[in-house]
């Protein structure tokens, strides 16, 4: 139950002693600190999780089986989305925010804890608590530490926007854990300077924040009117209520890191990770098939303010653009290793300008993901024996237009799908598997084409921008606009790790050129 569900100004502990406030982290984070653990890394106070909890968890993860309370909210097999046959937790299909009453409750309090229990699954593969403190080596994001405790954080300070509660939980860190990096004016990269809080801090605020959301006590739904009752009227906007608003915000923004950190965790050292255990499985494309070539014709698509689900501003407004026929082909890693091996990261002919200046800083000579000159691939928790030629070959903006330089699916929407729907639907999205696939081995939608949907994003020409008619949210004023700016590409499609609003064939996401994700391309001409 939400304790969203209530005006008071305060936030609702059992038992109070859970409480993060000055008293229970003021003294630890004013500590001395020790050196960093590496050259260049952030500080950081020990002990691992010091705080004594009832149960030790068993769990073939090195976090989940060896610290107590790894767990802040439900545990996977107690957890909405697990599956008893597999043994792994899958991603709940979006709930309809349009509905009222009991089942508006239930959906969006099973979809947060599924949200919730994914991400602790996908960090339980950090190895120990040094991987949390771990820069990547691009130097392009905060360490994992950042990624554990920043949902949180946004969920508190969203529910006090939209009104829903009074006080946070520890100011400190709803400010530390607001903002993330990407290259913006006011980003503050986190520097050998930085003094993140110890891991058991970061732990019990993410507890608190969740008992804070989803308090269980006997009066939640309607105790102060937040959670409305009354039907929705038909041409009412899905947004009309700013605390249902609010909360499918909470629970997309999850999972919107859900999916980058997955990235980051696949770039971290294999040695700092292992797979965990209750992660969906990987695909097990064993075949090989050519990308194969269609002429297609391009359909109309216009998201409402009535539709069902929570979708981010930038998702409304209409354009509508006259494409030609054309045709198109997927972009395998087979494809792309013969790009590789007959010179293209030394051909400057081939790229941009921008592309360039970054392939010769970076000293970059093939994909992100390739691993060393042996070419094997690295998944977010593995290595492979070979470099599977059937995969996508997932790259940057800059390294697809050099590519190219050189050479639909039913349109209901996904996200209304749970795991084994899309599973039974042929689609790689939503973490129906922990990996990508073969990119010839899509469903066959509407159009005469397949993958259109999941395994990997896919590039577009457009830069991201608003569209006509396009309104900021007030609840999140700093989503979109920001990156309206010419400097962020344009993705859509989904990943094999989008879930919830980045599933749906609405979602519009983006990203600099030179950023790494879990993104592929398809050329047409």
């Known amino acids: 139950m939400f304790a969203a569900a209530t005006r008071s100004r305060r ?8 409480r993060l406030g000055t008293s229970r982290l003021t003294p630890r984070l004013g500590q001395p600190r020790p050196s960093p653990l590496l050259l260049g890394q952030p500080r950081i106070a020990p002990p691992l999780l010091a705080r004594p909890v009832a ?35 899958s991603s709940l299909r979006t709930p309809d925010l349009r509905q009222r009453g009991p ?38 994001r905060h360490a994992m530490i950042f990624y554990y405790g920043h949902p949180a954080a946004l969920a508190i300070n969203k529910l006090r926007v939209a009104g829903a509660i009074g006080d946070g939980v520890e100011p400190r860190f709803e400010v530390l854990f607001e903002t993330g990096v990407d290259e913006m004016s006011w980003d503050d990269l986190d520097t050998p300077q930085t003094e993140w809080p110890p891991l058991c801090d970061v732990t019990e605020y993410r ?15 309607n105790a102060a009117g937040l959670l409305p009752l009354d039907p929705l009227a038909r041409d009412a ?5 700013a605390v249902v608003w609010a909360l499918g915000m909470i629970c997309e ?20 990770v292992t797979r965990p255990q ?78 360039w200046a970054w392939r010769s800083f970076r000293n970059t000579k093939w994909p992100h993901f390739w691993g060393l000159h042996q070419y094997k691939l690295r998944l ?24 190219d330089a050189a050479r639909d699916e039913a349109l209901d929407d996904a996200a209304a799908a749970d795991a084994p729907g899309l599973r039974a639907r042929g689609l790689n999205l939503g973490l129906a598997f922990g990996s990508p696939s073969d990119v010839s081995g899509g469903a066959q939608g509407a159009l005469p084409f397949a993958s259109l949907a999941g395994n990997c994003w896919e590039y577009c020409e457009d830069w991201f921008a608003a569209l006509p008619g396009f309104k900021v949210s007030p609840l999140y004023e700093d989503f979109s606009t920001p990156c309206f700016d010419g400097q962020h590409a344009l993705i859509v499609g989904g990943s094999f790790a989008a879930t919830g609003n980045e599933a749906s064939v609405f979602s519009r996401f983006h990203f600099r050129p030179h950023f790494h994700n879990l993104v592929g391309f398809r050329a047409v001409r």
């Open 11 to 18: 936030v609702l502990f059992s038992p109070p002693s859970r």
């Open 55 to 89: 149960r030790l968890l068993q769990s073939s993860s090195p976090l989940a089986s060896v610290v107590p309370g790894y767990w802040t909210g439900l545990e996977p097999p107690r957890c909405p989305g697990f599956e008893a046959e597999t043994q792994t937790l």
């Open 103 to 140: 089942a508006l409750r239930e959906a969006l309090e099973h979809y947060f804890e599924n949200g919730w229990t994914l991400t602790e699954v996908l960090f339980s593969s950090l190895s120990d608590e040094a991987a949390f403190y771990r820069p990547p080596a691009h130097g392009l």
């Open 207 to 221: 507890r608190a924040c969740r008992e804070a959301r989803t308090h269980t006590g006997p009066r939640t739904l």
């Open 237 to 241: 906007p899905t947004d009309a209520n």
């Open 253 to 272: 923004h999850e999972r919107i890191h859900l999916e980058t950190s997955t990235t980051l965790i696949r770039e971290l050292p294999l040695e700092s």
């Open 278 to 355: 209750h992660w969906p499985f990987d695909h097990a494309s064993a075949w090989q098939r050519s990308a194969g070539e269609a002429v297609v014709e391009a359909p109309q698509l216009r998201r409402p303010r009535t539709h069902a689900t929570y979708s981010w501003d930038n998702e409304y407004g209409r354009r509508t653009i006259g494409v030609e026929a054309f045709a198109f082909f997927w972009e395998p890693v087979g494809q792309f290793l013969a790009f590789v091996r007959a010179g293209g990261y030394a051909s400057p002919e081939l790229w941009t300008e921008e592309g």
């Open 380 to 403: 977010p928790f593995a290595e492979t024996a070979q470099l599977p030629a059937a995969l996508p070959a997932e790259v940057n903006k800059h390294e697809a237009c050099a590519r």
